[in-house]
C-alpha cells in the first residue's frame, strides 16, 4: 500500500506563512511528478503547483511569488512554503504524487488526504 499523508495546516493571520509537508511511504520504487492542489468551499479543486522528480516547478498565477514547492527524494517528501498568505488562500490543500510501486512498472497517481489552510483577514 501506498499512502502520501499531509501534514501542516492551520489558522494563520493574512500576510503570515505556513508549511505544508506531504509524505509518501509504503512499497515504493520512484515518484515522479508531485503537485499540490487546493479546494476552497464552493469552488472546484484548482492545481496550485507542480515539481518534477529533477526539481523543476510551475505554480499557478495567483500563488508565483509567494508559495513555493520543494521535495526531498531521498524522504519521498515534497513541502509547501507559503509566504504573505491572503485570506483568498483559505481552502483545504492536497497532495498528489505520481508513483511506481516496487515491483510495477506502471505509474499511478495517488492523493494524500487534504489539510485545512485557514487565513483571517
Known amino acids: 500500500q501506498v499512502q502520501p499523508v499531509v501534514s501542516g495546516g492551520g489558522v494563520v493571520q493574512s500576510g503570515r506563512s505556513l508549511r505544508l509537508t506531504c509524505a509518501a511511504s509504503?512499497?515504493?520504487?520512484?515518484?515522479?511528478?508531485m503537485a499540490w492542489y487546493r479546494q476552497a468551499p464552493g469552488k472546484q479543486r484548482e492545481l496550485v503547483g507542480t515539481i518534477s522528480s529533477s526539481g523543476s516547478t510551475n505554480y499557478a498565477d495567483s500563488v508565483k511569488g509567494r508559495f513555493t514547492i520543494s521535495r526531498d527524494n531521498a524522504k519521498d517528501t515534497m513541502y509547501l512554503q507559503m509566504n504573505s498568505l491572503k485570506p483568498e488562500d483559505t481552502a483545504v490543500y492536497y497532495c498528489?504524487?505520481?508513483?511506481?510501486?516496487?515491483?510495477?512498472?506502471?505509474?499511478?497517481?495517488?492523493w494524500g488526504q487534504g489539510t485545512q489552510v485557514t487565513v483571517s483577514s
Open positions: 498528489k504524487a505520481e508513483i511506481r510501486r516496487s515491483g510495477t512498472l506502471r505509474r499511478d497517481d495517488y
Open positions: 509504503g512499497t515504493i520504487a520512484s515518484i515522479h511528478t
